[in-house]
């Protein structure tokens, strides 16, 4: 264990339990100013491998990425990108499409996996999960395997809210769609498209000329309060949009359609990217926004809160994660130096929870030259955010 998890496990020893069974901190922590404060670390090592798994990472090449050498013998634990926060204190997290794009990921198997972290230990440790597949068909053109297990070659998936019927909504960037699967990772319904926007990798591209990047689609994607709406938030501009403006739509879960509102979230510099989303109210939503930098080259990594007004979304800052009070370290800031951080969860309402994407084997943004860890921190921010209460839920 290192000095960070036995520094983190005292303070949070000295604070109280929140639903769940995650740590916080004590009531009155000393940060100054509008900082944001440190308060729970855990970590799971970057060669974490599905038991039992089918070997993966065959299209990566034989030469060492980061001291690691593909292929790899499992389907590695990795690219956290989206999270849902479970009553027991257990987390489901979404996998990315596996090695970064469409044509090295068709043996990278998509999978919602549940997560434990230990913040007394700084430790986590993976019960389980299951891997999302197309059984019935759903999907309307060829997938990469027989078996219609979904690979990192059909979708690229971002983003998971889940609903009160305990089915699974992801945000996907090759479409981009909407998917929607049961508890068992099963696809439930054909994959929605969003009008009027398609991606390079999207499967019935054919001639068309595509108006998104690619890798730009449904990075975020949030879920009202009352369970009715879908807020998915794209990564990249829409060709024609001002540069570093990202359209974010509402989508009507009893419809099942599209209601033709769209709200504008303002890029800090069009080279930036956000990460997820979370809302916390009718209208409020908090969205990480980064660059595309990684340890000590990394200059923003921000959580904001971004609320609707009219049709933009108008932003306040809520913690620089570069720039984290540490109780323990008062002197020097706690750095979350990831190039991609793209998990966000609310736990109460002045604490979130944030993940890394370690983009594995490829960011090296924690140590370098190693591939990096699947990081946990928990944040207590300097005001309370009046959350709604059916943000919990």
Sequence with gaps: MNRLCVALGAILLSGCVVAGGLAAPAAADPAPGDRAVLTGF????????????????????????????????????????????????SFDVLSDNGYGAKANSADFLLRIHRI??????????????????????????PLTRSDRTLT????????????????YWIGDEFGPFLLHFDGRGRLLEAPIELPGVRAP????????????????????MARSVDQRRLYPLLEGTVAGDPAGDLRMYEFDLRQRRY??????????DPAHAIG?????????????????????????????????????????????????????????????????????????????GLLDDNNFPFSSGRTAGQPDPNEFITVRLPRRLDADRRAYR
């Design 276 to 352: 997820d989303a979370v809302a916390i109210g009718e209208r409020r939503f908090l969205v990480i926004e980064r660059d595309n930098l990684q340890g000590d080259a990394a200059r923003v990594k921000k959580v904001y809160l971004a609320e609707m007004r009219g049709k933009e979304l108008v932003k306040t800052l809520v913690a620089d994660l570069l720039d984290l009070y540490d109780p323990r370290d008062p002197a020097t800031p706690f750095r979350f130096p990831f190039q991609t951080i793209e998990d966000i969860v609310l736990l109460d309402d002045r604490t979130i």
């Design 152 to 167: 990192g070659a059909d979708f690229d998936v971002e983003s998971i809210v889940r609903t009160s019927d305990g089915t």
């Design 259 to 268: 209601t033709g509102r769209v709200w504008t979230y303002r890029l800090d």
């Design 42 to 89: 855990a970590s799971l090592p970057a060669l974490t491998f599905v038991p039992g798994s089918e070997p993966s990472g065959a299209q990566l090449g034989t030469s060492p990425i980061n001291g690691v050498t593909p292929p790899f013998s499992g389907q590695p634990v990795q690219g956290f990108s989206g999270v849902v926060r479970n009553r027991d204190g």
């Design 201 to 220: 990798e999207h499967p019935n591209l054919g001639g068309e000329q595509p108006n998104l990047a690619r890798s730009k689609g449904f990075e975020g």
């Design 116 to 141: 434990r972290p230990d913040f007394r230990t700084g430790t986590i440790t993976v019960p389980g999960g299951v891997n999302l597949s197309d059984p019935h068909g759903k999907a309307p053109f």
